[in-house]
Structures are given as structure tokens and as C-alpha cells.
């Protein structure tokens, strides 16, 4: 690829050509979103030089100095840190120390001990640890099924066992007749309930069923990953349990020797999964020791905030939150490819340049809207929803005043969208707002085509969900618009071949699907646009509906 720098100056200097400051003269029925104006920002966001916009890289900084700066040439208020455009978040980046890591067994039997240690990684891998940066812990092994428990679907995996001070051994995934969303849920908080009933360190097992989705091999080419956490006004990474000694991920067949004194063998284990049913915990009878090593280092990492301010006195207190993540994934460690640069112009760069775009369309409003616009570009998407669960713990504007959440991740811009997905449509009034606004571009509003994926937990917007906030979160449909074009096949085309690759660049893409459908981008700006224009306005703010789980879990209670 090799794109010059002066390519993506040049785009900048199109990008200032094309798209002007605040204009109070400018109605609003004709203010549409520009194509040239995002495929000007995805140049330079997707560029070679801003090297993959790894979290907390120099790439990743260029690009939130650059959004930063399209923000304020539009006239939109800070609303980061001391009235500055940037909330930093401080994160915590720990590495496994090479050859550091250790399981062995322990079996004492009449008052002799034998031990088996497993090899690392064909038997067993692990991540670095975020609190400490010795660990070494040696306790009982039980096993908790999926280690899942549920007031609402009536699980509890840990029903009459002890786990205080013992290594838990869990099956990886959940049950596959739990609804997705609901299920991927409940599946987040596995080390947490662990930690809260006590347990030191946490095993999980590779199943045969998770082999088909993702195999075991897959995860190794991402051994070296550093992990990340953000941290808190004391130095401390967030959501992490001290207690929580050890963890280690192990395949099915090393697994197997955990189970050699149990009463039901992970063979029949697998088969009572395999028939959708739950098996039951048990203590397996062997002590096991976990150690590791980690080296830590402290980054920083900006949030890009800025704010339209509402024109209703009393609405302009509360704001429509429009996310999307700035990073990527950085440089690739393939040796298979001389190309190292993960550009990452779908994932997300398509998604920051609508955003702007939005940003623009809203600036040039003769009126604003009755409601503040806060527009959020966050950091660490690709590292854990970093930036977006910073803001949510510590929002830069009172938590109860933000009302809803658009979020842009990801739009595939490679055909001429037929339909849309709004994920987590079902769950609040935001679902005919989102189809409403589509409407008004010619476009259908589709149902969830993936469920089984549970999309509606795994991006930023989540972080904000979980405070109460509804919200949705955009993605192309599968249908297009031309007839010689198979929007689900190019989807799938995408996702398999460019996805976190190097390939998802702007050259590459447009060298293999014929073009970036930059007009399908302002396509998608105009509806995003529309959805926040029309929460903006609404004296009724968005609310969960009650037949939701979410609305059960996270909906405000009122008295």
C-alpha cells in the first residue's frame, strides 16, 4: 500500500473545501450528509501513517487530535476534561512474561503425591495478570458447569458447592437454549460470580462445541496480545478481583486427566451439553498450582468529547449520546503478510467519518435541536470497551441526563444498502425511531440476522446500557439496492477475508469490491442524523420496553 502522508493532507484540505462552520442561514429540510466529506476523513483516519490507531499508540492520538479538531472547527463545545476536548484515560497494559507460565496437577493419594504438569500452550494458555506481577496460587479444583447463575432463568451452577479458597473449572459458553443477548450477558459476569463466592483462581474449558466456532488454535496466534485495563483515582484496574489468584484456558483433551476421579467423565459432560442440558458441579478431587508472571505499564488514552448545546431550556440539560471508537488493532504480527499496517477503514474509521459527518449536519442546523447532541469518539474498543466504560463510570455530563445512545461500529460501506440493523431495537422505543428514520432514506429496518452472536453486548454502546441508557447500535443490512450486488455475501466476504487484517484498507477494498460506497456512508449518516434529530426533539425521552430483560436489569427504578 504505502499511501503518502500527502494523500491524507490532501483529503484534510477536501474535506475543509467541501463541508463549512456553523450557519445560522441554513435551513434545515435541506441539510444532507456530503459523501465526498467521508470518504475525506476515512482517507486520513485509514492512513498508513496513523499505523493501525493502536490504543494508546502515536497513531491513535494523531487520529483523536484530528477528530478533535473537526469538532471544534465546527463550533461544538468541549466536554472533556478542564473544558478541553479529550477526557484522558489512564490504562493499565500487562504482558505475560515468556516462559513464565505454569499448571500442574496434584493427586495425593494414601499420604503419596504425584503431579502432571501441563505444557503451555498446547495444553493450556493464559493472559497476563493486571493486579500483580508474581502470582503463584495452589488450591482444591471444583467444577461449576458454565459457572453461570440467573435469578431470572432460574440457573445456579454453584448450588451446594464450596468454592471459598478453591480453584473453579468451568465449561466455556453457555447453554444454547438461553436467548443470546440475555445469555451473553449473564455469560460477562463468570469471573465475578466466581470471585464473589470466593474462588482464588478461574480454569476454563475448551468444549468440542467451541472448537466448531472458534478452534483452539485460533486463540494461540493471540498469545503475545498484551491485556489492558483502565484505572482507577487510586492506581487499581477497574472490575478486577484481587482474590482472583490465577485463570488459565485449557483444551478438551488435557482436561480430560482433571476428571480421572469424578463421577461423570468430561466425555459424558460434553454429551449432556450437546443435548442442551446442564450438568451438575462437583468436587474433582485433585489440587492444582497456577503461576505466572506479568510486566505492567501505565499508558494514557483520550476519549474525544464535544457537545451541541440544546436550544430548550429545560431539554438542553439532557443529552443524545452518538459513540463510536477511534482505534484499531495496530500492527499485525502475521509473517505471512508484508503488509503490517491493520488500517482498520471499515472497523472503524467509516464509523468516526460518519459521526463527523453527522456532527457537521448538526452544526449547520438553523435551530439546534431542543436536546444536546454529545458526541463521544472513544478509545479502546478493541482492547475491552475500554474508553466507552471509562465514560460510563465517570461521564464528563451527569449520568441520569443522557437520555440515549446512537452507536456506529463498523458500517460496511461496500454496496449500496438496501436495509438496515439497528441492534437492541427490540428492547427500547429506539426501535421506531431508528425504522422511522431509515424510512425517510428508503430503507427497511431488519431484524437481528445473527442472534446467536448477541452484537447488542459487544460494542461500546453496552458500557452506557448497563447504566440505564438505552440504545442502539447501527449496522449495514444484508440487502442491496443494486441486484448485481449480494450485500449478505460481500458482508460475509468481508468479515472472513479483511476483519482485524491488514486487507481492511481503502486500496485493498476498493482494488477487490470495485469501490467504497461512500454515498451508502452519507446514506447512513442521514438516517443517524435523523434518529438523533428525532430523540432531540421528542418531549418523551426513549424508555426501555418493560417486556425487555434489559429493562428488567438495568431500566431506572422508580418509586
Not at 500527502?6 to 444532507?32: E, G, H, T, Y
Not at 497476563?128 to 508474581?134: D, I, L, V, Y
Not at 448497563?466 to 443490512?477: I, N, Q, R, S
Amino acid at each position: 500500500m504505502n499511501k503518502n502522508l500527502v494523500i491524507a493532507l490532501c483529503a484534510l484540505a477536501s474535506l475543509a473545501s467541501c463541508s463549512q462552520p456553523f450557519n445560522q442561514d441554513k435551513p434545515a429540510d435541506i441539510n444532507m450528509a456530503n459523501a465526498t466529506s467521508i470518504e475525506a476523513h476515512m482517507q486520513f483516519i485509514a492512513s498508513d501513517e496513523l499505523e493501525g490507531r493502536d490504543t494508546g499508540s502515536r497513531g491513535h492520538l494523531i487520529a483523536a487530535n484530528y477528530v478533535a479538531s473537526q469538532l471544534q472547527r465546527l463550533g461544538l463545545e468541549a466536554a472533556g476534561d478542564n473544558n478541553s476536548y479529550f477526557q484522558q484515560v489512564p490504562l493499565r497494559k500487562a504482558r505475560l512474561v515468556a516462559n513464565s507460565a505454569s499448571f500442574t496437577l496434584h493427586d495425593k493419594q494414601a499420604g503419596a503425591e504425584t503431579q502432571l504438569d501441563f505444557a503451555y500452550p498446547k495444553a493450556f494458555f493464559t493472559g497476563p495478570s493486571m493486579t500483580e506481577t508474581e502470582q503463584q496460587v495452589q488450591a482444591e479444583l471444583v467444577f461449576v458447569g458454565y459457572g453461570l447463575v440467573s435469578k431470572e432463568f432460574g440457573l445456579d451452577d454453584y448450588a451446594g458447592l464450596d468454592v471459598e479458597n478453591k480453584i473453579v473449572v468451568m465449561l466455556s459458553g453457555r447453554p444454547a437454549y438461553l436467548p443470546s443477548e440475555e445469555a451473553a450477558h449473564i455469560s460477562s459476569l463468570k469471573n465475578d460470580i466466581a470471585a464473589e463466592r470466593g474462588a482464588v483462581g478461574v480454569i476454563t474449558l475448551h468444549t468440542p462445541e467451541r472448537e466448531k466456532v472458534r478452534p483452539y488454535a485460533t486463540s494461540l496466534l493471540y498469545l503475545n496480545a498484551p491485556s489492558m485495563a483502565w484505572l482507577d483515582s487510586t492506581g487499581q484496574p477497574a472490575a478486577r478481583y484481587s482474590k482472583l489468584k490465577a485463570s488459565a484456558y485449557m483444551h478438551y483433551d488435557a482436561a480430560k486427566a482433571l476428571f480421572t476421579k469424578s463421577p461423570t467423565s468430561l466425555e459424558q459432560i460434553f454429551q449432556t451439553i450437546a443435548e442442551d442440558k446442564i450438568p451438575t458441579g462437583f468436587e474433582l478431587g485433585f489440587s492444582a498450582t497456577l503461576s505466572r508472571q506479568s510486566q505492567h505499564e501505565t499508558i494514557i488514552s483520550p476519549n474525544v468529547l464535544a457537545v451541541l448545546p440544546g436550544s430548550d431550556p429545560e431539554l438542553a440539560n439532557e443529552y443524545v449520546v452518538i459513540t463510536a471508537h477511534a482505534d484499531h488493532i495496530g500492527l499485525s504480527n502475521d509473517i505471512r503478510s508484508q503488509d503490517k499496517i491493520n488500517n482498520g477503514a471499515m472497523d472503524n474509521a467509516a464509523g468516526v467519518a460518519i459521526l463527523l459527518e453527522t456532527a457537521r449536519m448538526f452544526s449547520e442546523l438553523k435551530t439546534p435541536p431542543k436536546r444536546s447532541i454529545l458526541f463521544a469518539i472513544v478509545t479502546g474498543e478493541e482492547k475491552g470497551l475500554l474508553g466507552a466504560d471509562y465514560f460510563a463510570q465517570f461521564p464528563t455530563r451527569p449520568l441520569e441526563s443522557l437520555v440515549a445512545n446512537v452507536n456506529l461500529d463498523m458500517p460496511v460501506l461496500l454496496y449500496p444498502f438496501a436495509d438496515m440493523i439497528a441492534f437492541g431495537a427490540n428492547h427500547s422505543s429506539l426501535g421506531q425511531v431508528v425504522a422511522n428514520a431509515a424510512a425517510k432514506e428508503g430503507i427497511a429496518l431488519s431484524a437481528d440476522p445473527m442472534p446467536e452472536q448477541a452484537i447488542f453486548t459487544r460494542s461500546d454502546h453496552y458500557t452506557l446500557v448497563k447504566k440505564g441508557v438505552p440504545a442502539v447500535f447501527l449496522m449495514t443490512g444484508f440487502t442491496s439496492k443494486d441486484s448485481n450486488l449480494d450485500g449478505a455475501k460481500i458482508w460475509a466476504d468481508f468479515f472472513a477475508k479483511h476483519y482485524h487484517k491488514p486487507s481492511d484498507d481503502i486500496v485493498s477494498l476498493t482494488k477487490e469490491y470495485g469501490a467504497i460506497r461512500y454515498d451508502a456512508g452519507a446514506v447512513f449518516a442521514n438516517i443517524n442524523f435523523n434518529i438523533a434529530l428525532d430523540v432531540a426533539n421528542t418531549e418523551q425521552k426513549p424508555y426501555w420496553l418493560e417486556q425487555s430483560f434489559f429493562y428488567q436489569l438495568f431500566a431506572p427504578k422508580t418509586n
